[in-house]
């Protein structure tokens, strides 16, 4: 019945920390339509609304909302490899982009500069790399956190080099998407049988009620949610 009814669907923000005050644990929109859609994983990827942007830059991400000490534990060469798969295969089928060309980060500073700062890159980032490779992705990586976004966004005189940046955390990736322009971001959950789009912006408790909220990115979101479903 989720599944039949529910094909398009635009969620505002939610603060996850007051449902589970009230007792209803809650970790986030994207976990839950996961669980009700019976889909076994999904990818949350932060992109720019804009439908008049050249390749608008999107980040998309390997683990979400998780304590940092626990993110190397949670990124597996098999969950990367199936994040990979799904973020390339909704960019063909969702997005329109015929070959997908991914930026994969590393976990560490500078990658692990070759195990010496870590050994993810080397043990599991970059044998999932070669696994996307070997299914036909375009995908490029592990390369250093502090210098792919540079890479991939649309300046002038600059276009961006890759159609996604798929990013080991929440804040590696979020931060500096938001930087950019927290105004027109929308937030996509990947993988699932229906559109979900949602602000890439929170709550804001301290400016309820009073007149003052910019709705662009829930306006973007909504955009971006009718476009994907045409």
């Keep these: 019945e989720f599944r039949r009814v529910l094909f398009r669907s635009v969620t505002a923000p939610l603060a996850k920390n007051v449902l589970c005050d009230a007792g209803i644990p809650f970790t986030g929109h994207t976990e839950y339509l996961a669980v009700h859609s019976q889909t076994e994983r999904v990818v949350m990827m932060l992109a720019d609304g804009r439908a008049d942007i050249e390749n608008p830059l999107r980040v998309a991400l390997a683990t979400t909302h998780l304590p940092l000490a626990q993110v190397s534990a949670h990124i597996t060469m098999d969950g990367l490899s199936r994040t990979i798969d799904i973020l390339a295969q909704d ?28 050994r993810e890159e080397i043990e599991v980032i970059a044998p999932a790399i070669a696994e996307g490779l070997r299914r036909g ?94």
């Design 91 to 118: 960019l063909q089928n969702k997005f329109g982009i015929a070959q997908p060309r991914i930026l994969v980060t590393g976990l560490n500073p500078h990658a692990g500069e070759g195990g010496l700062f870590g």
């Design 137 to 230: 992705w375009t995908v490029v990586g592990p390369l250093s956190p502090d210098t792919v976004f540079m890479r991939a966004r649309n300046a002038p005189g600059h276009p961006g080099e890759f159609d996604a940046v798929l990013a080991m955390y929440h804040d590696q990736g979020l931060i500096p998407m938001k930087y950019l322009g927290v105004d027109k971001g929308v937030n996509v959950t990947l993988g699932l049988p229906l559109v979900r789009t949602s602000p890439d912006h929170g709550t804001a408790f301290d400016i309820a009620g009073r007149g003052v909220a910019d709705a662009s990115s829930l306006i973007e979101a909504v955009r971006m949610a009718r476009r994907l479903a045409l």
